[in-house]
């Protein structure tokens, strides 16, 4: 599912190098297109990693940047820190930074009342789901890497109920279709809610 998630260029980015768009890194690769193969390689082992013994948190912005620092520390230099400047997708921004943190406490607050979604129907479990993980999605807490933090919090939240989603069956365009129609100004979660019906499962 890798490919979709290359953010617009902005005028002035603290996260990119000199003179350069490519994104500041711990390997001193001054190549994008070098630099995103480095990245999915290391990321794919800290996932599998991850995976097998995952961090364990309180399903809040703390816990989602746990797994972002887990993920890419060994690529960024602020892996696991809440972004400081603005990133769009298609000319449509995320929501601004000064924000994140008020917005994440309310969407994780709303998340800790519905009891992390306990004791729900598989209907109503995958409705709040793609909800909680569009709202995520529209906050995009980091500079990069917020799709795979994002499925990996999301896969940590619904293991607790015994599903699984099965992210590998799933485009990238169809989850940036998706993605794209939760964050409008009036929020559409029912593209996300068709593909994580799709593809959720019972977890072995």
Known sequence: MYG????????EDPYLQPNSTCLVNCLNIQNTELLNQAEQEVVSINLAELILEPITGKFDLAHLSAIH??????????????RTTEISKGG???????????????IFSELHDESLLANLTE??????????????????AFREGNGRTQRLFLDQLVALHGYAFEWSAVSGEQMAQACLAARQKEPDFQPLTKLLRLHIKIKP
């Open 69 to 82: 620092k887990a993920l890419f520390a060994d690529i960024y230099p602020w892996a696991g820190q809440v």
């Open 92 to 106: 449509q921004l995320f929501l601004p930074y000064q924000l994140i943190e008020k917005v994440a406490s309310e």
């Open 123 to 140: 209907q109503n479990f995958v409705c709040r789901a793609a909800y909680y993980l569009g709202r995520i999605n529209t906050m995009h």
């Open 4 to 11: 979709y998630e290359r953010y617009d260029l902005q005028d």
